[in-house]
């Protein structure tokens, strides 16, 4: 999360009152928002029905389409005339990115956008780049933002979706995306095709990577690169994607600029069309104007596993298994104490699921390792520190089940706990060293050093790394209370500190004895930190 920047005075905006927006929640903000600008002219029609009724001559829901889905964006797009006429040939799909299906080894999600209306959008797969010859018809999702302030225009964005199930498992597919005028089969396309690969039928060994707090910069595209060179079977995005809310509140009043996401997408494409890029919901995520819960623009733009238990209400909430490794994504704007415009999203729902996911997990043959990740952190001495919330609804349950490693973003920078167990340190572990889980504690990571300005650390505490090690026996920091007050900690479990723009590299070893070897590289490819999870040793 980045420091919180206001509305500026010379930026008008439709907006709630300051002593009625204190007392609102944000479904209460939304209602009271969608009213105003309905009188005001700025939203046009009623609500969007889907989409053959926004895109000229275009298809509804597809067969991405699924009971249980979250609700579409409500504000209406209407599509114009000169839209209608583009010629399909000049309009050029882009931000295409992966995700899994519930199911690695047989199901992958591929979305794209268009910048303007096309007709009949598809999916075109096969096992060679020159033989696609299945055509899969794309679902429609479109967004419509209003001009939120006199510096800001109108915004209609077109995010198209399908659905592959029943996939063979270990299998290399190639895929292209198209509209009426623009195939991706035809010779002069060839150039857009893109490529995954299914996740194997039997455990084998593979690397995933991990960040959050991303947005777009220079470090972002950089980061982006250098985690395409690690070959990842998928990449674990823990939230704060974008920015396009750079306030960060949940509330109506954020600054927000939906043209960012287009950048976004446009940035991350060279390594999301051809990696799953499975993502999660940080604070600056909830985005007020689409829908009550500010998760509509998320379920317009991604395609995640539908297994979790409210896609609805928490739309980044989801689990898969790839190999030897259970992952399970969590959003903890629903328990933050910090920051709490979405504390109780899902009432209880998501902590009751994960309670039994973990259960299942670890009850589940082949799975060696389970790892979490979420935005908010459960442990860390950077600038927002730890969150309460997160340690009283979640920490317990990590240690009832016995969780692997826990990953998070939210403070821009890269730390490392020692094994943590009952809040304290349960064992130590220097960079190079090997943990157990069943008997150290969890080792959790804050890899939030993904592209967005960096943070730093508390006066006097040095950065501790690969090659630079300054051990401090205790720092002085805090963690939110329930009352979003902070609550002095002095802590010793903060084995690793790093300020720079970084990502999180895990190679998964399956076998007579798993193991998971983590690292964290920064954006020159160095290695900065190392250590390895092994279970019962």
């Not at 053959?52 to 249980?68: D, E, H, K, R, T």
Request: aromatic fraction near 8%.
């Amino acid at each position: 999360m980045t420091a919180t920047p206001g509305s500026t005075s010379d930026t008008p905006r439709v907006g709630i009152p300051e002593r009625l927006a204190r007392r609102m929640s944000m479904p209460e903000q939304h209602e009271y928002l969608r009213a105003t600008l309905s009188r005001r002219g700025l939203l046009r029609g009623g609500a969007a029905t889907g989409g053959a009724a926004l895109l000229a001559g275009g298809l509804g829901a597809g067969p991405a389409s699924a009971a249980g889905r979250p609700a579409r964006p409500s504000p209406t797009l209407v599509t114009s005339t000169a839209a209608a006429g583009v010629d399909g040939s000049l309009v050029a799909p882009f931000g295409r990115r992966l995700a899994f299906g519930a199911d690695p080894r047989t199901q992958m999600r591929i979305s794209w956008q268009v910048p303007l209306a096309v007709r009949r959008p598809f999916l075109r797969v096969g096992l060679a780049p020159w033989e696609l010859s299945r055509r899969i018809e794309a679902e429609v999702r479109p967004l419509h933002t209003p001009a939120l302030s006199k510096k800001l225009p109108e915004v209609r964005q077109f995010h198209l979706h399908a659905a592959l199930d029943g996939l063979r498992p270990g299998t290399t597919y190639y895929y292209g995306v198209g509209h009426d005028g623009f195939d991706p089969a035809e010779a002069s396309r060839l150039g857009t095709i893109g490529s995954f690969r299914t996740a194997p039928a039997a455990a084998e060994p593979f690397v995933f990577t991990a960040f959050g707090d991303q947005g777009v910069s220079y470090h972002a595209l950089a980061n982006d690169q250098l985690i395409l060179g690690q070959n990842p079977a998928f990449h674990l995005h823990a939230g704060d994607l974008c920015y396009a809310d750079s306030s960060g509140h949940g509330k109506e009043s954020d600054v927000y600029d939906a043209r960012v996401w287009d950048q976004f997408l446009a940035q991350t494409e060279s390594v999301a069309s051809r990696v799953p890029w499975m993502v999660t919901t940080g604070n600056h995520d909830m985005e007020a104007w689409y829908s009550p819960n500010g998760y509509g623009g998320q379920a317009a733009r991604w395609s995640m596993p539908d297994n979790g238990p409210d896609p609805r209400a928490a739309p980044g909430v989801y689990s898969f298994v790839h190999g030897n490794v259970g992952v399970v994504a969590l959003d903890a704007n629903d328990v933050s104490y910090e920051i709490p415009a979405n504390r109780g999203v899902t009432g209880g729902r998501q902590t009751a699921w994960l309670e039994r996911r973990l259960g299942e997990l670890r009850r589940t043959p082949g799975v060696d390792f389970v790892v979490v990740f979420f935005h908010h952190c459960a442990y860390s001495t950077s600038t927002h520190a730890s969150d309460g919330g997160v340690r009283d609804a979640w920490v317990p349950l990590f240690e009832k089940h016995q969780v692997d490693l826990v990953i998070n973003g939210h403070n821009h920078v890269y730390e490392r706990t020692d094994a943590i167990r009952g809040g304290e340190v349960g064992r130590r572990v220097p960079i190079g060293a090997t943990t157990d889980p069943t008997r150290d504690g969890i080792v959790y990571v804050t890899a939030g050093g993904a592209g967005k300005e960096l943070y730093g650390f508390g006066p006097g505490v040095r950065d501790s790394y690969e090659g630079a090690v300054h051990d401090h026996e205790h720092i002085l920091t805090f963690h939110w209370t329930e009352l979003r007050l902070p609550d002095p900690d002095l802590v010793e479990w903060s084995r690793v500190r790093y300020t720079g723009y970084s990502f999180l590299a895990v190679e998964a070893e399956p076998g007579s004895r798993p193991r998971l070897k983590v690292s964290a590289l920064a954006e020159n490819g160095r290695r900065v930190d190392a250590f390895e999870v092994v279970r019962g040793g």
